[in-house]
């Protein structure tokens, strides 16, 4: 089974709110992502979870915090988003190897996101 | 950090033709993959190729690393092909994994 599952498919939110996305696997992978998606654009990594643990933040903006509760799970946690930062959330995962070396990466359908 | 790009932005087929795209990069990569992007967002893996050929029905992919490029091949194109194609990296090292994409090629297939 290769599948990574994203809820909710959509979402829209104000500015004022908090809502969080939630990614989940079951393929015993160790390496999660977070990607954010423009119209139109090809997605970009915003946080890489290596064992459970933050091993990339791309320089985002503190509205976004992710969480990995365990190696399964993977939550974007929103606050205070901004109408630029509507897109499509992509979540993934992949095997973690030894030596810092990442398999192939397996990507979930996202979660549309609107900010009004 | 590492630049990929990929050929042609955009092409239009009828049904039946082939194709080939093209993804160059800047440095030498662990990992390759070619996705499709459906309508509805999804992308789907078409190839993991870091080096060499893999072939899968209707589709091949070749990834020549010493040279910094990989081709992915659509024969006998279908409308259901329609779509964005990515070619998407990995540097390894400190990169954790980290995939930069291609800023794609956009399929159409007319029937």
């Known amino acids: 089974d290769t599948e990574v599952t994203q809820t909710p498919k959509h979402l829209v939110m104000g500015m004022t709110n908090k809502k969080s996305l939630k990614c989940e696997q079951h393929m015993g992978h160790r390496a999660m992502y977070w990607y954010k998606q423009k119209a139109k654009k090809p997605p970009e990594l915003m946080f890489v979870?290596?064992?459970?643990?933050?091993?990339i933040n791309e320089s985002v903006p503190s509205r976004f915090s992710p969480e990995c509760p365990n190696s399964s799970l993977l939550n974007l946690h929103l606050h205070a988003l901004q109408p630029e930062d509507s897109a499509l959330y992509l979540c993934?995962?992949?095997?973690?190897?030894?030596?810092?070396?990442?398999?192939?990466?397996?990507f979930g359908p996202g979660t549309r996101l609107t900010v009004l | 950090g590492i630049q990929v790009e990929q050929s042609p932005p955009d092409l239009i087929l009828q049904e039946g033709a082939n194709s080939t795209l093209r993804c160059n990069f800047s440095?030498?990569?662990?990992?390759l993959q070619w996705f499709h992007q459906n309508p509805w967002g999804q992308l789907i893996n078409l190839f993991y190729?870091?080096?060499g050929t893999k072939q899968n029905g209707r589709l091949s992919a070749t990834t020549v690393a010493t040279e910094r490029y990989s081709l992915l091949y659509i024969s006998s194109s279908q409308t259901t092909d329609s779509g964005v194609y990515f070619c998407?990296?990995?540097?390894?090292?400190?990169?954790?994994?980290?995939?930069?994409f291609g800023q794609g090629t956009i399929l159409t297939v007319h029937p």
């Open positions: 440095d030498s990569v662990n990992n």
């Open positions: 993934a995962s992949s095997q973690a190897l030894a030596r810092q070396r990442f398999n192939e990466q397996f």
């Open positions: 979870y290596s064992y459970e643990k933050l091993s």
């Open positions: 190729i870091p080096s």
């Open positions: 998407a990296v990995n540097a390894g090292g400190t990169s954790y994994g980290k995939l930069t």
